[in-house]
């Protein structure tokens, strides 16, 4: 698969920025979309992910500032960041997986930087 971010940058503690990320490799009936999170010196974390079905989950910590979106037709996955914080700061990586049996491995996008100055 190819997965291609884009809306990473720097803001402002309160400020927002939105994420998109465009799948232009397999594409599966029923799949999974998310994004993830890596900030230095610390394992990537779940963000936020979203089934095919519009079936969403958060991490407790963007809970309420964060929505993340798809438009199948387009095989777009948006993650809307509201009142960022500098705790938001990290590189942020687009993750695609059809929902088959066996589960398949996914794929990972290249990653966008976010930085929020405090």
């Known amino acids: 698969g190819h997965l291609v971010e884009s809306g990473g940058g720097l803001v402002q503690a309160g400020g927002s920025l939105r994420l998109s990320c465009v799948n232009s490799?397999?594409?599966?009936?029923?799949?999974?979309m998310g994004w993830y999170r890596q900030a230095p010196g610390k394992e990537r974390e779940l963000v936020a992910t979203?089934?095919?079905?519009?079936?969403?989950n958060y991490a407790e910590s963007v809970k309420g500032r964060f929505t993340i979106s798809r438009d199948n037709a387009k095989n777009t996955v948006y993650l809307q960041m509201n009142s960022l914080k500098p705790e938001d700061t990290a590189v942020y990586y687009c993750?695609?997986?059809?929902?088959?049996?066996?589960?398949?491995?996914?794929?990972w996008g290249q990653g966008t930087r976010v930085t929020v100055s405090s």
């Open positions: 993750y695609y997986r059809g929902i088959t049996l066996p589960p398949g491995p996914g794929t």
């Open positions: 490799g397999t594409i599966f009936s029923s799949s999974v």
């Open positions: 979203i089934t095919s079905g519009g079936d969403t």
